[in-house]
């Protein structure tokens, strides 16, 4: 995703065109879509996310500096709208466990992947692992290896430094780890 012109379609809109923050959202909404559907698991909360995530966006446009890489940008603000929901869900009720096609759907958004949940209960079970690790650390591990980025990608994305994409890595499969042999010991 091009700097420049993400750079030229910021300056439109803190000019007054609104048709280009538009032309922003159908640049970014599948891939601020989908870390919004791995944090929640549901379609419409994703949606919502997704929309206030722009709004939110829009609201702070004046404060993204030029000559820096807006996908990250946009990704840091959407991130903490997702923390920002999860902190509310936490304080209210737990609903009963999805069912596994759903799990691993929302785990890596990939429709093979519910298929093989639905054949085995090991990979239900790392799904739900992975649905149940901290938001930092499952989106470090997805962007890692299901998105296949380097670690200066992710540090980029997560705005961290590249040492801090690191540790959030090594955290995350620690944490993965931990609870697989929680599982095979029970």
């Known amino acids: 995703m091009v700097t420049a012109e993400d750079d030229r379609l910021v ?16 640049r970014y909404e ?41 996908h990250s940008w946009l990704y840091t603000l959407s991130v903490n709208v997702a923390r ?30 519910i298929a093989e949940a639905g054949r085995s209960a ?18 470090a591990l997805l962007l890692r290896f299901r998105e296949g980025l380097k670690m200066n990608e992710i540090a980029e994305q997560l705005g961290l430094s590249v040492s801090g994409a690191k540790m959030r890595v090594q955290r995350g499969l620690h944490k993965l780890q931990q609870a697989w042999e929680d599982i095979d010991h029970a």
């Open 11 to 26: 300056d439109a809109v803190l000019m007054g065109d609104t048709e280009a923050f538009g032309d922003i959202v159908r």
């Open 30 to 70: 599948k891939p601020i879509f989908n870390l919004m559907y791995r944090a929640t698991g549901s379609r419409e909360e994703a949606a919502d996310l997704t929309q206030e995530a722009f709004l939110k966006a829009y609201d702070r446009l004046h404060t993204f500096r030029a000559g820096r890489k807006f």
């Open 84 to 113: 920002d929901y999860l902190r509310k869900q936490q304080r209210q009720p737990k609903t009963s466990l999805r069912e596994p096609e759903t799990i691993a759907e929302t785990a890596f958004g990939d429709p093979n992947a």
């Open 122 to 139: 090991e990979i239900q079970s790392l799904f739900e692992i992975l649905r149940n690790l901290p938001l930092d650390d499952r989106e």
